[in-house]
C-alpha cells in the first residue's frame, strides 16, 4: 500500500504561480510513476504531468513551458511548479503513483483544489 498526501492548492490570479507538493509513504520501492491528474467541473480527469523513478519526465501540450515536476527521493515527495497560470488551469489537482502505468494510478491523493482568477 501507498499512501499520498497533498498540499498547496489554493487561488491565484492569471500569471501567478502555486507549488503543489505530494508525499508519499509505505511501499513506495514498488512505484514506477509518480504525477498529478487535474479534473475541472464538469469534465473528465486529464493526464498532467508525470515522473518515473528513473526521473524521465512528461507533459500535456497545455502545460509544457509552464509548469515542471520534480521529485525528492529522500523526501518521498514529488512537486509541481506551476507558473504563469491561467483560468483554464482551474480545477482539482490529484497526485497518482502507479507500479506500471501513469495510466492505470493504483493509488491516490485526497485531491487539492487550484483556482485561477481575476
Known amino acids: 500500500q501507498v499512501q499520498l498526501v497533498e498540499s498547496g492548492g489554493g487561488s491565484v490570479q492569471p500569471g501567478g504561480s502555486l507549488r503543489l507538493s505530494c508525499a508519499a509513504s509505505?511501499?513506495?520501492?514498488?512505484?514506477?510513476?509518480m504525477g498529478w491528474y487535474r479534473q475541472a467541473p464538469g469534465k473528465q480527469r486529464d493526464l498532467v504531468s508525470t515522473?518515473?523513478?528513473?526521473?524521465?519526465?512528461n507533459y500535456a501540450d497545455s502545460v509544457k513551458g509552464r509548469f515542471t515536476i520534480s521529485r525528492d527521493n529522500a523526501k518521498k515527495t514529488v512537486s509541481l511548479q506551476m507558473n504563469s497560470l491561467k483560468p483554464e488551469d482551474t480545477a482539482v489537482y490529484y497526485c497518482?503513483?502507479?507500479?506500471?502505468?501513469?495510466?492505470?494510478?493504483?493509488?491516490w491523493g485526497q485531491g487539492t483544489q487550484v483556482t485561477v482568477s481575476s
Open positions: 509505505g511501499s513506495i520501492l514498488s512505484i514506477h510513476v
Open positions: 497518482f503513483a502507479a507500479r506500471y502505468s501513469e495510466y492505470e494510478p493504483g493509488y
Open positions: 515522473i518515473t523513478s528513473g526521473g524521465s519526465t
